[in-house]
């Protein structure tokens, strides 16, 4: 617990960008150009990905990547060195899927 008269400041940019399950190729696209390694929807193509995201069946949260400035001294493992604006150490990009399908009465 931080006493009262004492404060902490940690720099935090939230930055949101909606990709409809219509748009799953497109967010693979732009996931495979930061981490080329990565596996996203396990290549399955949009119509599998669209009907499993309206059935409530697809992926809570992942981690696709990370970008580190390449003068943060720490560990960041599998991270892309790019530089990043002043304050900034590492960027954490996240995926999560909101909502999901709702059950017919």
């Known amino acids: 617990m931080v006493p009262a008269d004492e404060h ?14 219509s748009a799953a190729t497109e967010l693979t696209s732009i996931v495979e150009k ?11 193509d949009s119509t599998t990905i669209l009907s499993q995201s309206r059935a409530g069946h697809g992926y809570d ?4 990547t990370s970008i580190k400035d390449p003068s943060s001294k720490r560990i960041v493992p599998d991270a892309r060195i790019e530089k990043l604006p002043n304050r900034f150490w590492c960027v954490d990009l996240t995926e999560i899927q909101l909502g999901g399908a709702s059950p017919r009465s």
Do not use: D, G, I, M
Request: glycine letters at 0%.
């Open 61 to 64: 949260w992942f981690k696709p």
């Open 8 to 21: 902490v400041a940690v720099p935090t940019l939230w930055v949101v960008e909606l990709f409809p399950p």
């Open 34 to 44: 930061y981490n080329p390694s990565a596996n996203l929807f396990e290549h399955r």
